[in-house]
Each structure stands twice: as C-alpha cells, then as structure tokens.
C-alpha cells in the first residue's frame, strides 16, 4: 500500500485559501458540515488547518467584529491552534499513519509542496478493520 491509494484529492476536499475572508471561512467549514479544514496559500501549497474554534478564539479576542464584519479579517490572520503536519506523496505509509493517530486527516502534497489532497482517518481505519483477520 502506498498513500496514493488512500489520497482523497484536492478537488472533492473542502478547503480555504488563506487570503479568503472569515466569513468565507465560516460559510465554508457550515457547508461542508466540517469542524476543521485545510488552508492553501496563494501558490497552492498547504498553509495550515483552520478550525471552529479558532474562529471563535477570533471573534472572542478582537474588540468590534461581529457577524455584521466578518468579511474585514482574512483567513491568514487568524491564529490557528491546530498543527495538523502534511505528509509527501512519496513518503512511507509508516509516516502517514504516525500523523493520522493524532489528526482527522492528513494533508498531502506533491514533491513541489503543492496541496493535492488528504487522507482521511475514517478511511484508513475502515481499511485496517475490513483487512483483520482472525
């Protein structure tokens, strides 16, 4: 098994360019029913996860926004306080795997660090229990 054949690709995930709004952000984790998603910077690469809380955090500690300005503040100016590591394409499953123990999902990039997807836990936890055998 490689990670490709676990790779959810970039096109079906939902994810937040860093210089999209909040509120962009907000409508974005609302619709797709996700409590954290991926950001991608400008060229494409993988810049973080943004999660409900740290919108929250934000909302919490700057005087005067509201859901009346949440179009002022962009996705890169808010702290993130999850540190959800990437894994190369070409890495060992071994690495993946370490990540997924302590992430929902994995991002992945290419060997350009470019996002190209993520490996969800569900799916390789789904993998492991349907291949057990007694």
Same mark, same amino acid.
């Given at each position: 098994? *490689?990670?490709?054949?676990? =790779?959810?690709? !970039?096109? !079906?995930?939902?994810?937040?360019?860093?210089?999209?709004?909040?509120?962009?952000?907000? +409508? !974005? =984790?609302?619709?797709?029913?996700?409590?954290?998603? %991926?950001?991608? +910077? *400008?060229?494409? !690469?993988?810049a973080g996860t943004l999660a409900e809380g740290d919108l929250l955090w934000k909302m919490k500690n700057t005087p005067g926004l509201s859901f009346q300005n949440l179009d002022t503040v962009k996705v890169h100016e808010i702290k993130r306080r999850i540190k959800n590591e990437c894994v190369s394409i070409h890495a060992h499953l071994e690495d993946m795997l370490e990540?997924?123990? +302590?992430?929902?999902?994995? %991002?992945?990039?290419?060997?350009? *660090?470019i996002f190209i997807g993520i490996i969800r836990r569900k799916v390789i936890i789904e993998y492991y229990t349907s291949n057990i055998s007694d």
């Open positions: 098994m *490689e990670i490709s054949d676990f =790779l959810f690709p !970039k096109d !079906k995930v939902a994810y937040i360019h860093s210089s999209s709004t909040m509120q962009e952000a907000m +409508d !974005k =984790l609302e619709q797709s029913q996700y409590s954290a998603i %991926p950001v991608i +910077d *400008e060229e494409g !690469k993988y990540l997924a123990a +302590d992430q929902n999902f994995v %991002p992945v990039v290419d060997e350009n *660090e």
